[in-house]
Every structure is written in C-alpha cells, then in structure tokens.
C-alpha cells in the first residue's frame, strides 16, 4: 500500500474551512484515497472516500489532484467537535489484506472559537 | 442498529493472565478486524476475518488468537498477558453482500486493557 504523509498538526478557527493535506506521491492506480478521523478516546469514523474524481458528502469535501499524488480533505465549516486526528489512508478496495487499512499518525486537527 | 460492540470496556489484567476480548456487529457484515491503539499511535492491525469460521494475521499477531464461530461475533484472546500488551483495542467490521460496499470501516468504542 502506498505511504501517506500529513502534517503533524493544524489549527482552525471555528466556522471557517479547515483544509488538511495529504500527499500520497507513490499511489497505484488501483487505490482509493479513504480519510477517516478520530475524537478523543473514541473509535476511528469513515469520513469520506475517492479514486480520482473530487468527492462531497454531508460531512465534508475530497479534492484529489489530477495526478493523484496528492489530495485535501475540506471541512467547510469547522466546529469544536471537528477536533480530532484525521487520517489519510490509500489503498485498493480489494486486495490481499481484503480492506485493511494502514493507519499513520494523522494530523491533529486543533479548532478554536 | 447498535453497530460495533465491544465487551468489556476495561479491564486491569497481571502479567501472564488470560482473557478474551468480545467484538459483536449487527449489520450482516463479512469483514471484522482486530486493532491495537499504543498512546500517540496510528491503529495497527493484528487480526482479521473475512468470513465465518477464517481468520488471518495482521501486521502485529503475535500473542494473540482470534476466532470467528459465527458472522456476528469475533473475538480476540490472550492467553498469557504481557505488559507490552497495554492497550486499547478497537473492533471493526465492513462490506456487506447485499450492497457490495467495501469502502467503510464501522469501529467499535474500544477496550481499554492495561496489564501489570
């Protein structure tokens, strides 16, 4: 699976767009970039998922860029409770692993009021 | 839809002791997995399921076993606990037949073990 690389950690402040990146430089052309974060103590959530189009969900925005190497996660209005790890992860859908995911260290998403 | 469950939420074990940590999902899902958390680490895989009664290793398996008698249920073991095993634990469970969806992961609350 490819490597990721993100910041340790970044600020935002509550209501604006809290923007984190991802680069992903080694990605193959069968593997999905998957963002999934974590609050404090509690289990990691799925946030959203994209091969090489820009995605949107309820929760947030993928930016993926034409060459895949890199992308942005994009919460367009951050709140407290946004406060969390983000990881960025890369993988195929299916493959010998069936769907594990390799988990780094993420970026430590601060949003401040 | 309770999702991911984990049992039990804590537990305090001395070296050398045994005990098996229960995982339950309730969404007809075929994948489960086994994760540890060390404190200001990423999630690291030490067993998964992709079906009833299959088992493999993940990347860090050693000292723990795992079983999946039914689809609902996996559990993870350790038979004679060790302090490096200090840890919190997350369950998970994915895909699902009926809609084909590989693409999410659903994560238990965690069990948090701490061994002396």
């Known amino acids: 699976d490819a490597k990721t690389t993100q910041p340790t950690s970044m600020d935002c402040a509550e209501g604006r767009a809290a923007n984190l990146p991802c680069n992903h430089s080694?990605?193959?052309?069968?593997?999905?970039v998957y963002w999934y974060r974590q609050i404090h103590s509690q289990g990691p959530q799925y946030i959203i998922h994209?091969?090489?189009n820009n995605e949107t969900n309820e929760m947030a925005s993928l930016i993926i860029t034409e060459d895949r190497k890199s992308s942005t996660l994009i919460l367009p209005h951050a709140t407290l409770r946004d406060t969390a790890v983000y990881y960025c992860?890369?993988?195929?859908?299916?493959?010998?692993?069936?769907?594990?995911?390799?988990f780094g260290k993420g970026t430590k998403l601060s949003v401040k009021p | 839809n309770a999702g991911v469950t984990q049992t039990p939420k804590f537990r305090v074990l001395k070296t050398g002791q045994s005990m098996t940590l229960l995982c339950a999902q309730d969404?007809?899902?075929?994948?489960m997995y086994w994760y540890r958390q060390d404190p200001g680490m990423g999630l690291r895989l030490i067993h998964y399921?992709?079906?009833?009664?299959?088992?493999a290793k993940g990347e860090v398996p050693d000292g723990y076993n795992v079983s999946r008698l039914k689809k609902q249920n996996f559990l993870l073991g350790l038979e004679s606990a060790a302090p490096s095993q200090t840890s919190v634990y997350f369950c998970?469970?994915?895909?699902?037949?009926?809609?084909?969806?590989?693409?999410?992961?659903?994560f238990g609350p965690g069990t948090r073990l701490t061994v002396t």
């Open positions: 998970a469970s994915s895909y699902s037949r009926r809609t084909g969806q590989a693409y999410e992961q659903y």
């Open positions: 080694t990605i193959s052309g069968n593997e999905y």
């Open positions: 994209g091969l090489k």
């Open positions: 992860i890369v993988r195929a859908i299916y493959g010998g692993s069936q769907g594990n995911l390799i």
């Open positions: 969404m007809n899902h075929e994948y």
């Open positions: 399921s992709v079906g009833e009664g299959t088992t």
